[in-house]
């Protein structure tokens, strides 16, 4: 029987950055990630949540139009905490009010790193 460690898992991945999101989705695919949707908005990402099953969002927390809109677009149909935020900047009050909103991890670029997979895997159980 496979265990949930073993089974890849489906994620949507929001970022308005394109090879961003491509160097993000090799890594991720790398380990035991089907990349099954992508979105750059709010939008996009709520109308992916309503059309493909996905375990885990990954969203930019650098996203030009911000992160909160999508979070807030997603939270409800994914369902809290199986959302993460990864930034090059979050102080406290932001991954507070990231927590509040229904992000499971609020994570830093720079610091993510080799631990972005299983933390990622965390949120999808």
């Known amino acids: 029987m496979e265990t949930r460690a073993e089974t890849r898992l ?3 991945l929001v970022s308005d950055h394109r090879a961003a999101a491509d160097a ?3 890594y991720l695919g790398r380990h035991g990630f089907d990349i099954v949707a ?4 709010a939008a996009e990402a709520a109308a992916a949540v309503r ?3 996905i375990d885990v969002a990954l969203i ?4 030009a139009a911000g992160w909160r809109s999508v979070v807030q677009a997603v939270a409800e149909p994914l369902g809290r905490n199986h959302i993460a935020v990864l930034s090059s900047y979050l102080g ?3 991954r507070t009010d990231a927590r509040r909103s229904g992000v499971g991890a609020a ?6 790193g080799a631990n972005l997979a299983g933390q990622l895997r965390a949120l999808a159980v």
């Open 24 to 26: 993000l989705a090799e």
């Open 60 to 63: 930019d927390g650098d996203l």
């Open 51 to 53: 059309s493909t099953s």
């Open 107 to 112: 994570l830093l670029k720079r610091v993510a």
């Open 92 to 94: 406290q009050q932001e």
């Open 38 to 41: 992508r979105a750059a908005t």
């Open 10 to 12: 489906r994620l949507l």
